[in-house]
Nanobody, 123 residues
């Protein structure tokens, strides 16, 4: 089974930038859809971005479109979330997820998850 480990979270000021990383082991990474979700306290786990295994298709939540970019390096078994112009409402625990199928925005359809990394954006 695939194992995912996120890193790169931290505290940034509004308008700042941050890059999250997710390293994968134990699966055929190059054939998995990879995605990022986030969850704020008391909130549901919401879709952020996804990228298909062949990198031809990417998807973004409306709230982050134009500010966040997802990309992957299959040689390193790693997917990234590059975040810029961060806002306080971006504050959440960010989770990396994987599934052996086409991208979806539904968290329940991803089988593999990382432990999460905290992103805090101060105003």
């Amino acid at each position: 089974q695939a194992q995912l480990v996120e890193s790169g979270g931290g505290l940034v000021q509004a308008g700042g930038s941050l890059r999250l990383s997710c390293a994968a082991t134990g699966g055929t990474f190059s054939r998995y859809t990879m995605a990022w979700f986030r969850q704020a306290p008391g909130q549901e786990r919401d879709f952020v971005a996804a990228i298909s295994w062949n990198q031809y298709s990417t998807y973004f939540a409306d709230s982050v479109k134009g500010r966040l970019t997802i990309f992957r390096d299959n040689a390193k078994n790693t997917v990234y979330l590059q975040m810029s112009n961060l806002k306080p409402e971006d504050t959440a625990v960010y989770y990396c997820a994987a599934r052996r199928d086409i991208p979806t925005t539904l968290a329940r359809e991803y089988l593999y998850w990382g432990q999460g990394t905290q992103v805090t954006v101060s105003s």
